[in-house]
């Protein structure tokens, strides 16, 4: 069964500083992982998908890698502001499950401090 | 604007009562799926739905119900067999096959037992 595990669950950085958030999986049979933002009560923002065929994508100051071999997924948010404070999730979706159906991660909670 | 629509944004019931959250999407994408987000514990999967009049149960199904009879819509009924219903409801659809599919969020409903 694929895990998806987040470390760390939360993290506190100055202003300026760039974000390096983590996301381990289990099985790498994947089509493809995706990360998403939540701010508090709202709905989940998608930010990047990668492809298993990719090594990473970009948008802006945020840049997600994808490792599928070791199972792990890193995204960067360079130059951090305040407006970047939210908790970001990433999830797989297995080629081994049915209807397209995502397994998550439990999310790290970023405090980015002026 | 395409998007994801969930409806109300704030949910209470009785005990012994029977909810109904909404799910409307405009993407026109095939597949639906309901989610639950409890503090602590990630997304879990409810049910979710591949096409227009057939869905399945995801991993926490018990005391809940759907239906699918317009591709656009996908409700959730939170039924009085549902032992602890108090959590953030998020509703998902998804477009492509396999490794480009992306998955769309709606804004959530928080439903509160009173």
């Known amino acids: 069964k694929q895990e998806v595990t987040q470390i760390p669950a939360a993290l506190s950085v100055p202003e300026g500083e760039n974000l390096v958030l983590n996301c381990s999986f289990t099985?790498?049979?994947?089509?493809?992982l995706q990360w998403f933002r939540q701010d508090p009560g709202k709905g989940l923002t998608s930010l990047l998908l990668?492809?298993?065929?990719?090594r990473e994508q970009t948008s802006g100051r945020l840049n997600a890698s994808l490792d599928k071999s070791s199972g792990r997924s890193t995204l960067y948010i360079a130059a951090s502001q305040p407006g970047d404070s939210a908790t970001y999730l990433c999830?797989?979706?297995?080629?081994?499950?049915?209807?397209?159906?995502?397994?998550f991660g439990g999310g790290t909670r970023v405090l980015v401090k002026p | 604007d395409g998007g994801i629509t969930q409806s109300p944004k704030y949910l209470f019931r009785k005990e012994g009562q029977n909810v109904t959250l909404s799910c409307e999407q405009n993407?026109?994408?095939?597949?639906m799926y309901w989610y639950r987000q409890d503090p602590g514990q990630g997304l879990r999967l409810i049910y979710y739905?591949?096409?227009?009049?057939?869905?399945q149960k995801g991993d926490i199904a018990e005391g809940y119900s759907v239906s699918r009879e317009k591709k656009e819509s996908f409700p959730l009924t939170v039924t009085s067999a549902q032992k602890n219903p108090t959590a953030f409801y998020l509703c998902?659809?998804?477009?492509?096959?396999?490794?480009?599919?992306?998955?769309?969020f709606g804004q959530g409903t928080r439903l509160t037992v009173v």
């Open positions: 739905s591949q096409i227009v009049n057939d869905f």
């Open positions: 099985d790498s049979a994947i089509y493809n």
């Open positions: 993407l026109n994408h095939d597949a």
């Open positions: 990668i492809q298993s065929s990719q």
């Open positions: 999830a797989v979706r297995p080629i081994k499950a049915a209807g397209n159906k995502l397994t």
């Open positions: 998902a659809s998804t477009d492509g096959q396999g490794a480009i599919t992306e998955a769309f």
